[in-house]
């Protein structure tokens, strides 16, 4: 049943999406102007109407599912290709519809092509690859290529805020699915990330006893003094080499400068390449011994997002993409990075994903924010190619 990844058959999907650039880069160009930063609901349901209305073009079956959620808006579900098999398990295509950027940037920033790269808010993170999922489903029907697996497409609407209410729902799908496919950003040069650090975050909080700064100090506890000890020796934990990092980020506290501080308090955010760490971490931080006795600790928080770890499954699914990619003509690298998407909670629940496929670029983000045309092509004609034989 699987389709033979020949010559012919990336040839076939290359010229597709050259013939389609016109119509995607207008779909593109919708979908960036409709700005959905996380949260604004009217935003996030305009932006989801539009790729629902995408789906219900798309000639095949598809199964259309929205999530809603009172504060984030509504998550969009899509299954197609699950004729006769609806027991199957998919592969399953993760993305968001929500952005970091406030409205107004599109009208700051507008949409602009320029030296092969085209900007806007959002594009590279991840609207165009939003776009590029549909057509890709929209290349298989139209081709006749049947793709080996079902195929479910996951767009939550709360990503770049942590997930609190999508998450739930990547679990499911990824428990259920054969192999999960992320469309987030690439790394630089269009690369394809293995692996993605976990993250933590934590508070900690001194209680110490105020005291007159010149009259008589020695009554007083620093808690300003506690935590900027606390600090230092939270960043001797950062270990480069088993990709750790410790970073205190936020510190406040103390009221006026003649006054020995009564209360101080830190954020820390900390990230891992293994759970191994993570767990070790946690430890070490809810138990945080106080440097002066007469001040007390209080820590609140715990681990965010699990690590994707570069597994050997994982490998094994890079090293096919790579073959992939090279029947379409470019070589797929492949990088480790800090930053956690919805991938690393499906890997938590032992699904194998592949991160950062989306169109090479930049700026994710940040005011440059671009994707590179030339990329768009083969970047469609390839994700379809992982669909047919995965
Ligand atoms: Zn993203």
Same mark, same amino acid.
């Given at each position: 049943?699987?389709?033979?990844?020949?010559?012919?058959?990336?040839?076939?999907?290359?010229?597709?999406?050259?013939?389609?650039?016109?119509?995607?880069?207008?779909?593109?160009?919708?979908?960036?102007?409709?700005?959905?930063?996380?949260?604004?609901?009217?935003?996030?349901?305009?932006?989801?109407?539009?790729?629902?209305?995408?789906?219900?073009?798309?000639?095949?079956?598809?199964?259309?599912?929205?999530?809603?959620?009172?504060?984030?808006?509504?998550?969009?579900?899509?299954?197609?290709?699950?004729?006769?098999?609806?027991?199957?398990?998919?592969?399953?295509?993760?993305?968001?519809?929500?952005?970091?950027?406030?409205?107004?940037?599109?009208?700051?920033?507008?949409?602009?092509?320029?030296?092969?790269?085209?900007?806007?808010?959002?594009?590279?993170?991840?609207?165009?690859?939003?776009?590029?999922?549909?057509?890709?489903?929209?290349?298989?029907?139209?081709?006749?290529?049947?793709?080996?697996?079902?195929?479910?497409?996951?767009?939550?609407?709360?990503?770049?805020?942590?997930?609190?209410?999508?998450?739930?729902?990547?679990?499911?799908?990824?428990?259920?699915?054969?192999?999960?496919?992320?469309?987030?950003?690439?790394?630089?040069?269009?690369?394809?990330?293995?692996?993605?650090?976990?993250?933590?975050?934590?508070?900690?909080?001194?209680?110490?006893?105020?005291?007159?700064?010149?009259?008589?100090?020695?009554?007083?506890?620093?808690?300003?003094?506690?935590?900027?000890?606390?600090?230092?020796?939270?960043?001797?934990?950062?270990?480069? @080499?088993? !990709? =750790?990092?410790?970073?205190? *980020?936020?510190? #406040?506290? &103390?009221?006026? +400068?003649?006054?020995?501080? %009564?209360? $101080?308090?830190?954020?820390?955010?900390?990230?891992?390449?293994?759970?191994?760490?993570?767990?070790?971490?946690?430890?070490?931080?809810?138990?945080?011994?106080?440097?002066?006795?007469?001040?007390?600790?209080?820590?609140?928080?715990?681990?965010?997002?699990?690590?994707?770890?570069?597994?050997?499954?994982?490998?094994?699914?890079?090293?096919?993409?790579?073959?992939? @990619?090279? !029947? =379409?003509?470019?070589?797929? *690298?492949?990088? #480790?990075? &800090?930053?956690? +998407?919805?991938?690393?909670? %499906?890997? $938590?629940?032992?699904?194998?994903?592949?991160?950062?496929?989306?169109?090479?670029?930049?700026?994710?983000?940040?005011?440059?924010?671009?994707?590179?045309?030339?990329?768009?092509?083969?970047?469609?004609?390839?994700?379809?190619?992982?669909?047919?034989?995965?």
């Amino acid at each position: 049943m699987t389709v033979e990844w020949d010559r012919s058959v990336a040839a076939a999907l290359h010229e597709y999406f050259v013939k389609r650039e016109g119509e995607l880069l207008s779909f593109m160009r919708a979908l960036v102007e409709v700005e959905s930063p996380s949260g604004d609901l009217e935003g996030n349901s305009a932006v989801v109407s539009l790729l629902a209305g995408a789906a219900r073009q798309i000639d095949l079956e598809t199964e259309i599912t929205f999530e809603s959620n009172p504060d984030y808006g509504t998550h969009l579900l899509i299954r197609a290709f699950g004729k006769g098999r609806t027991d199957a398990p998919a592969t399953l295509i993760l993305g968001h519809t929500d952005t970091v950027h406030p409205r107004g940037s599109t009208t700051e920033r507008p949409w602009r092509e320029e030296d092969g790269r085209i900007y806007a808010p959002g594009i590279f993170d991840m609207k165009a690859n939003c776009a590029l999922a549909f057509e890709s489903l929209r290349a298989c029907a139209t081709l006749k290529l049947q793709p080996a697996h079902p195929v479910v497409i996951l767009l939550t609407c709360d990503e770049e805020v942590g997930s609190q209410s999508g998450r739930a729902l990547v679990e499911a799908e990824a428990r259920r699915a054969s192999r999960v496919l992320v469309f987030e950003p690439s790394a630089p040069g269009g690369s394809a990330k293995t692996a993605r650090k976990g993250t933590s975050t934590y508070k900690v909080r001194a209680e110490g006893r105020a005291a007159h700064a010149g009259l008589d100090p020695e009554k007083g506890a620093s808690a300003v003094l506690e935590i900027a000890r606390q600090i230092e020796r939270l960043h001797t934990f950062n270990d480069a @080499a088993r !990709g =750790v990092t410790v970073n205190a *980020g936020v510190v #406040s506290g &103390g009221t006026r +400068s003649n006054v020995v501080a %009564a209360e $101080a308090q830190t954020e820390i955010d900390v990230r891992f390449s293994a759970m191994a760490d993570a767990l070790r971490m946690e430890e070490t931080i809810l138990n945080l011994r106080p440097f002066d006795e007469r001040v007390r600790l209080s820590v609140e928080g715990g681990i965010n997002r699990p690590p994707l770890e570069r597994s050997e499954a994982v490998v094994a699914l890079y090293e096919h993409a790579r073959r992939i @990619a090279s !029947g =379409v003509g470019f070589e797929l *690298g492949e990088a #480790s990075v &800090g930053g956690a +998407s919805d991938g690393n909670f %499906a890997a $938590a629940v032992g699904a194998t994903v592949l991160d950062g496929l989306g169109i090479a670029g930049d700026g994710a983000h940040a005011a440059h924010e671009h994707i590179i045309k030339s990329d768009i092509a083969r970047r469609g004609a390839f994700l379809s190619g992982l669909l047919i034989t995965l």
